[in-house]
């Protein structure tokens, strides 16, 4: 299948990320298609905050987008990766940093040595160091500004502006300011498109970017899998908190557990994002403002009290037609699972469009990627926690693949084997995204590890040694590198001053 005009239904950031990767992917594999982004200016969005992973990143990076006014443009902040507050029991906090020490360390297993000493498994991470001191992820060496390491990092940022930035930066894509009011469906999926302006739309590819309407793949007989059964949490209320002026913005995405569900907290350069994701069917609307205003220490305003109806689409690629975003799948935000998730989708489209059995595959690592995404935000939840009926519940409900997997990784760390590597070796979960939360919740065991170290005293050693360089390493980087929001600020002076919409 080789499109001639792909036709992408929704903008926000899937939608617009959709517009430039297939623009580029035609670009480079000389199909000479158009691309045409159907957006209304009358939808609005909440941009009440959303976080990314390092894929965000590198495909800036690949797009030839620039990172700095990237920042500038639409208020967006650094990732490190995700705090969690209170998960294990109130009063517990523990870091998830994103970046691997193991590109760096040799193959030697820091994490083991970690364990085995009592230490967190965190401390061997350049991101902590850098989280820790609320840095940015440069430092000045004279007249130059210079990388503090080797690793990706993530942002976070109102989806509404990126979206914005995005259409801005999309060159060659036309853009039809309206909406579908009708899809005509045939033999090979969509036919056309019937707009209300009386337009109609034709192609070859069509992209379901509408989100919760999911309205192309709808009218294809697309079938919804719910993930109620697995996942606990089923409403989120979305709200802002202004950031204080001379406040440090702290480079991490904040999770922070309650007795319902749990607060998300993204950092933008004006203001954070927050808003409860918790149970209907142990709290109401009303309590859960109430629960989590006692939280915070002041009233709160809600943007919307949005239902997540957690799952995906059971086959996503329909004929002509591919849901990509929220229309595909939809999991609460713990783990900056969507725009990742989209990234890594696109990529496999642009690989598998035109080639042989390539709808099949795609379905299948799809559905598999999502399924991987809600079993781990699932282990986030096999805490020590029981001081609520919410949390005795979740206690008597966890799987028995998550019982079994936590009984395995109590008698080692999790290896590489332990994961399915991933089609055309995209980036997904792996060992170094499990090893933080499973050691901030308790469940490695020091014993099991302090075994493994003994059985190579040399190994010990030069483990130990390396450990100890790194840590030291990472904290004279951290001390020479920019502070976060100061740094942010001089982006905006250099390149214009972002907008909060």
């Not at 199909?31 to 941009?47: D, H, M, Q």
């Not at 096999?382 to 998550?402: C, G, L, Q, Y």
Request: aromatic share 8%; net charge neutral; glycine share 10%.
């Amino acid at each position: 299948m080789t499109p001639r005009r792909i036709v992408i239904v929704g903008g926000g950031t899937a939608g617009w990320l959709a517009a430039m990767l297939l623009s580029d992917v035609a670009g480079r594999k000389g199909w000479r298609s158009a691309v045409t982004v159907i957006e209304s200016s009358k939808i609005g969005t909440i941009g009440v905050g959303e976080g990314s992973t390092a894929v965000f990143r590198q495909m800036l990076h690949h797009l030839r987008l620039n990172e700095e006014e990237f920042l500038a443009a639409t208020g967006a902040t650094i990732k490190y990766g995700i705090r969690h507050r209170d998960w294990r029991r109130p009063g517990h906090c523990y870091d998830g940093p994103i970046d691997d020490p193991a590109l760096v360390s040799g193959g030697l297993p820091l994490d083991t040595y970690a364990v085995a000493a009592g230490r967190s498994v965190g401390e061997a991470h350049l991101f902590q160091a850098l989280l820790n001191k609320s840095r940015a992820p440069v430092a000045r060496s004279g007249d130059r500004i210079i990388p503090a390491g080797p690793f990706h990092h993530a942002f976070h940022f109102d989806q509404a502006l990126v979206g914005a930035w995005l259409r801005r930066k999309a060159g060659g894509i036309e853009l039809i300011d309206d909406q579908v009011a009708g899809v005509e469906t045939g033999e090979g999926g969509i036919a056309g498109l019937r707009l209300e302006s009386g337009a109609r739309v034709t192609g070859d590819l069509f992209i379901d970017a509408t989100g919760f309407r999911r309205a192309l793949i709808t009218a294809l007989g697309g079938e919804w899998l719910s993930y109620s059964g697995m996942l606990p949490v089923n409403r989120a209320m979305p709200f802002w908190v202004d950031l204080k002026d001379g406040e440090e913005i702290a480079p991490c995405t904040t999770a922070w557990a309650q007795k319902n569900g749990w607060i998300w907290q993204i950092p933008t350069q004006d203001r954070y994002g927050m808003g409860y994701v918790y149970s209907d069917a142990h709290v109401s609307r009303d309590q859960a403002k109430a629960e989590v205003e006692a939280a915070l220490g002041h009233e709160i305003h809600p943007r919307n009290d949005i239902a997540i109806n957690a799952g995906r689409q059971k086959t996503p690629w329909i004929g002509n037609c591919i849901a990509l975003g929220l229309s595909s799948s939809f999991l609460e935000p713990l783990e900056a699972t969507s725009i990742h998730g989209t990234i890594v989708q696109l990529l496999m489209l642009a690989e598998w469009i035109d080639a042989p059995g390539g709808r099949e595959r795609y379905n299948a690592a799809v559905a598999r990627q999502v399924d991987d995404f809600r079993d781990f935000i699932r282990f986030h939840y096999v805490t020590e926690r029981r001081d609520s009926d919410f949390w005795r519940d979740v206690a008597s409900s966890h799987p028995a693949f998550i019982r079994d997997r936590l009984a395995l990784w109590r008698t080692r760390l999790p290896l590489p084997q332990d994961f399915e590597p991933f089609p055309l070796g995209l980036p997904h979960l792996q060992g170094q995204l499990y090893i933080p939360v499973l050691d901030g919740l308790g469940h490695l065991s020091p014993s099991a590890a302090r075994a493994a170290m003994a059985a190579n005293p040399a190994l010990r050693a030069k483990t130990r040694a390396t450990h100890a360089a790194l840590v030291a390493e990472y904290a004279r980087a951290a001390d020479r590198c920019l502070p976060h929001r100061a740094w942010l600020q001089s982006l905006r002076a250099r390149h214009g001053e972002a907008s909060s919409g």
